[in-house]
């Protein structure tokens, strides 16, 4: 049983919020171990399995990102951890930005700083914007491999710009 299949839920990239708060709740209170303190051992250990997969499956669908790459996974289309291919170009693209980002290490400068943070997150909508369309449009079986291929070239690229703005929240902190 997948996550989705627990919550009730399509296999979806965009989900409402309110629903799977609303289904995370209901979960809660149906496999509550407190409800179950009188059922048998087998009956309980089930329970406390369904609680926990409640509690795991409302971390993952309550976050874009998480649910992102759960889908990912549950279609095998990610690659191993740290075989992630980037586009070249995007790669190009971004050095400018770690050049950027290595001059504010040896020499912050708050004018710099806000204006690398801007263009990361313009990167960021401007990235998205590309995907949206696919993500919005998504149908768990027909929607066609090439599209999940752009979705996980979208993950990866996020990642990345993830990775270079905690980067620079590490030393614009001190």
Do not use: C
Request: charged share 35%; no cysteine.
């Amino acid at each position: 049983m997948n996550f989705f299949e627990l919550y009730e839920l399509p296999i979806r990239f965009l989900l409402d919020e309110h629903e799977v708060k609303r289904k995370f709740y209901q979960l809660s209170k149906k496999y509550h171990p407190d409800f179950y303190t009188l059922e048998s051992e087998a009956k309980q250990a089930e329970i406390l399995e369904l609680s926990t997969l409640t509690n795991e499956g409302y971390q993952i669908l309550s976050d874009a990102d998480k649910r992102m790459k759960y889908i990912l996974s549950l279609k095998n289309i990610l690659d191993e951890e740290g075989k992630a291919q980037i586009p070249q170009d995007f790669l190009m693209e971004m050095m400018d930005v770690n050049e950027a980002l290595m001059e504010l290490e040896f020499d912050f400068d708050e004018t710099q700083f806000t204006q690398l943070k801007n263009t990361l997150r313009e990167k960021e909508n401007a990235l998205y914007e590309t995907i949206r369309p696919i993500l919005e449009n998504y149908e768990d079986g027909t929607t066609p491999d090439s599209e999940l291929k752009k979705i996980k070239e979208y993950y990866y690229k996020k990642r990345y710009l993830l990775r270079i703005q905690e980067n620079l929240n590490k030393f614009a902190a001190r």
